[in-house]
């Protein structure tokens, strides 16, 4: 029997994580950089936007055009060199901003960077329609998605750091 996999955020109530935000808002200021950004959208649940495309339709009883079929599209944004990037939001309320009759769907930032790479997409965009646009591209997004696959790309480096164990004395320091 097929099973509807739970919520990210079983609680959710479609705000921007307060990290997330926060970061933002320094990095438009020009008070942070990117890293900033990056740190607090790892962990972070976005929301990418799902879309009904009509497939098909015919003419109804009242001679009035009507949806006979559609399907559910994650929608890409392509720029004016064809290349193309994948959606995300950080609320619900900016996901309104760029198209009110988008669905959120809840994912995590590593698995939209995994999507997107797995779609051949040259990005992330996160939050288009504002109030602060951020991208995530190139090394940074191979990085992620590595990350989130527990694979590596090419030129892609991983690293896992582990918390310091006390009581470990470096042979160059003196305590």
């Not at 950089?33 to 497939?55: F, H």
């Not at 309320?93 to 590593?110: C, E, M, N, Y």
């Not at 998605?145 to 164990?165: D, F, N, Q, Y």
Request: overall charge negative.
């Amino acid at each position: 029997m097929p099973s509807i996999p739970q919520p990210l955020v079983p609680d959710d109530d479609g705000s921007a994580d307060a990290a997330v935000a926060a970061a933002l808002s320094a990095y438009a200021a020009g008070e942070a950089d990117a890293t900033g950004v990056l740190s607090a959208l790892s962990g972070a649940r976005l929301l990418v936007p799902v879309v009904a495309l009509l497939t098909s339709s015919e003419v109804g009883e009242h001679g009035l055009k009507q949806e006979k079929e559609s399907e559910m599209a994650l929608p890409k944004l392509v720029g004016q060199d064809g290349r193309e990037a994948v959606l995300a939001f950080t609320s619900a309320r900016s996901l309104a901003l760029w198209r009110p009759d988008a669905r959120p769907i809840q994912v995590s930032t590593l698995d939209v960077c995994r999507a997107a790479a797995g779609e051949k997409a040259a990005a992330v965009v996160v939050d288009v329609a504002g109030p602060v646009s951020f991208v995530i591209e190139g090394e940074v997004l191979a990085a992620l998605a590595a990350i989130a696959t527990g694979t590596t790309a090419e030129g892609v480096t991983v690293a896992r750091l582990e918390p310091a164990k006390r009581g470990i004395r470096w042979p160059w320091r003196r305590n």
